[in-house]
């Protein structure tokens, strides 16, 4: 099941929880149990993933194994598949001592919609916010002085927990009107851990937590989250696995602390709906549950009923020093981030430029960057800000850095540091001229660029076909172009190698003949006078259509170079389109992934993006023409980019 479980399902799951209980069924005697923590291998993907693979699926190990016999690298989804495990008895008064006082409090039942906001302000104690914050709804917390606690030793209080701990928002806990107390807690990518007061400031609450960390023997350093978890009478928490990066990593656990009756608690989990194996709920009972399986919780009692919930990593995961949280400090949340109220404002925006080059895939890649859950989009994918939707009546670099915030989410993303945004204009690559001082001038913090570039005469056949077609918007028909409706690919071809000539960029060649005189283009490439013939060729270059520069757009390593002299080259990563097609896109965004500093997603669509079916429209002869053209310019490169991969022939 996808999406938010419908009312009428979870009132139908407690339902038969009740049923189960009012047939005096009791809970199951524990089972015997070694005490041996689940490993992280059955927790790869999802088990509805899993099973969707087949029933047995190969996992790939941190040594990758070629050897199919090696059966620790295989996990088979059937009875043995491991969902739970006793991990062992402890007692746990000295915490009930703690968190008695208001355990069985009523907090307010935040709807699921009002959860996945974004905006905030400077004196809310915490927000949380969808991937896209455009989309989102608002809920502003409750912000809390000294004088509204009533008690400093009823630690369920949220008036306390926002003045002596700090107030953390979990959007299905605040759904179900789950009261909590936070000890620690992480992002979604174990990037931040984040440890609370009430952990690291109390030794009382520490003292009495040891004793489950002895049974698990874990040291507290590898706690990523934990906190109680109030669950009120006659709620369910319906069958679902839990989602985010750091599920894979971590082992869950839960210890029953307070419960009234542990007959009238139904916890399951297994490995389907008909599979659920109902877990014993006695104070104490230290059980690790495998959360990519399917699990639910139905309270059926008349009493409030608090776990102890953590999760724990193992020895070698490498994990950043500890952020010891200050007692009332304030939290700014996503739904997979979490920043510090002091750190707003600390990352600019945009932090990416996709620059080019046009018809060779940057809609696909831009599409494929805004999946990552830390990405949030601009208010158009085109902003165009920095060509023809630049403002000229403004003058001042703070008005003209105003002007180009307004297509980005710029408010909202100061609150969320560790989020950011990206434009991709892939006009921008050709029109150095003018963007590369409006960048340097508006933009003037680290940027990371992206180019994306094709075999120019594929590249050049797209470029032909969309400008000519008459299907689209009437916008994008203008923005488009009429100027190539009535003319042939060789005559635009011509048309483009004529211009620049015109402006004295292209001397070594032959536009009737095809002729390349290698000697002058050896001596003329990459001189000043080819500097100066290529800023007369862009001064040129009209911004009110599309139908323009059809040859000149392949000529990829002269568009590169004023780029790299303006910026540092480390700043860029230029991919080709076919290394998508030959390595998959998966694979292809590992590199976009590490260049934004970004952890590593599996794209969930990776269907490309602005496709276009078109007949063959380069003749054999054509083809031959822009081969020879293009072919001392391919050459060069492959010396500037200086990788190995480039002096593979382009892909057809």
């Known amino acids: ?9 979870i009132d139908r799951q407690h339902a038969q929880a009740n049923k189960l209980v009012e047939q005096s069924q009791p809970t199951p005697a524990v089972r015997v149990s070694d005490g041996k923590e689940i490993a992280l291998r059955y927790k790869t993907r999802p088990v ?34 491991p969902t739970w495990n006793t991990r062992g008895f402890v007692d746990v008064t000295a915490l009930q001592d703690l968190v008695r006082e208001g355990y069985n409090q009523t907090v307010p039942v935040i709807p699921t919609s009002v959860t996945k906001s974004t905006t905030t302000t400077a004196t809310e104690s915490t927000t949380t916010a969808s991937p896209n914050p455009s989309t989102s709804g ?43 107390i936070v000890l620690v807690f992480c992002d979604d990518f174990l990037r931040d851990i984040y440890e609370l007061p009430w952990w690291h400031g109390r030794d009382d609450m520490r003292l009495a937590v040891q004793p489950i960390l002895d049974v698990l023997r874990i040291p507290p350093q590898r706690i990523v989250r934990m906190l109680l978890a109030s669950l009120p009478p006659g709620v369910t928490i319906p069958v679902h696995h839990d989602t985010g990066e750091w599920v894979r990593h971590t082992h869950r656990v839960h210890v029953p602390v307070l419960v009234q009756n542990p007959d009238r608690v139904v916890f399951q989990c297994g490995v389907a709906l008909d599979s659920l194996q109902r877990i014993p709920c006695t104070p104490g009972h230290v059980f690790e549950i495998n959360n990519q399986a399917k699990h639910a919780v139905s309270n059926c009692d008349t009493d409030h009923r608090v776990h102890l919930i953590l999760d724990y990593v193992d020895a070698d995961f490498p994990l950043l020093p500890r952020i010891l949280l200050r007692p009332g400090e304030k939290l700014l949340q996503t739904r997979r981030s979490i920043d510090r109220l002091e750190n707003r404002g600390s990352r600019p925006t945009p932090s990416f430029l996709i620059l080019g080059a046009q018809k060779a895939g940057t809609t696909s890649l831009y599409e ?36 180009c915030h307004k297509f980005y989410l710029t408010q909202e993303l100061s609150l969320h540091p560790s989020c950011l945004t990206g434009d991709s204009t892939p006009s921008y690559l050709l029109d150095s001229r003018r963007v590369i001082p409006r960048i340097r001038n508006i933009f003037d913090w680290p940027l990371k660029f992206f180019v994306m570039l094709r075999n120019p005469i594929r590249r050049a056949e797209s ?34 190698m004529r211009t620049m000539q015109t402006h004295g960029l292209i001397p070594y060649w032959n536009v009737d003949d095809g002729v390349l005189d290698i000697a002058c283009f050896d001596t003329f490439v990459g001189s000043p006078e080819e500097d100066a013939a290529y800023d007369r060729y862009l001064a040129q270059v009209p911004l009110h259509t599309g139908s323009h520069s059809l040859i000149s757009r392949g000529l990829y390593e002269l568009q590169l170079r004023p780029w790299f002299v303006a910026f540092d080259p480390a700043a860029f990563l230029v991919m080709k389109l076919e290394h998508f097609r030959e390595r ?23 269907e490309a993006k602005n496709v276009r079916s078109y007949d063959p429209i380069a003749d054999d002869s054509m083809q031959v023409y822009l081969e020879r053209f293009y072919a001392p310019h391919n050459e060069r490169l492959v010396s500037l980019l200086g990788d190995d991969a480039w002096n593979q022939a382009w892909c057809p």
């Open 368 to 403: 494929y960057i805004v999946q990552h859950p830390l990405v949030v989009p601009a208010r158009r994918r085109e902003t165009h800000c920095l060509d023809w939707r630049w403002n000229d009546k403004l003058k001042s670099v703070k008005a003209q850095r105003a002007w």
């Open 138 to 180: 608002s809920q502003k917390r409750k912000t809390f002085q000294a004088s509204d606690v009533k008690s400093i030793t009823n630690l369920w209080s949220e008036p306390n927990a926002a003045v002596h701990n700090v107030a953390i928002c979990r959007p299905s806990h605040d759904a179900w009107g789950i009261n909590k």
């Open 1 to 9: 099941m996808t999406g938010p479980t419908p009312q009428d399902e």
């Open 463 to 496: 470029h032909f076909a969309m400008v000519t077609s008459s299907e689209g918007t009437p916008a994008q028909l203008k923005a488009r172009g009429s100027e190539w409706r009535n003319k042939t690919f060789r005559e635009v071809v011509h048309d483009d």
């Open 584 to 606: 998959g896109v998966t694979t292809a965004m590992e590199a976009v992934w590490k260049h934004l500093d970004l952890p590593c997603v599996s794209i969930q669509n990776e």
């Open 48 to 81: 509805d993933d899993l099973l969707a693979r087949g029933s047995a699926t190969l996992i790939e190990s941190a040594t990758n194994p070629q050897d199919d016999d090696d059966r620790e690298d295989w996990v088979v989804v059937d009875e043995h598949f």
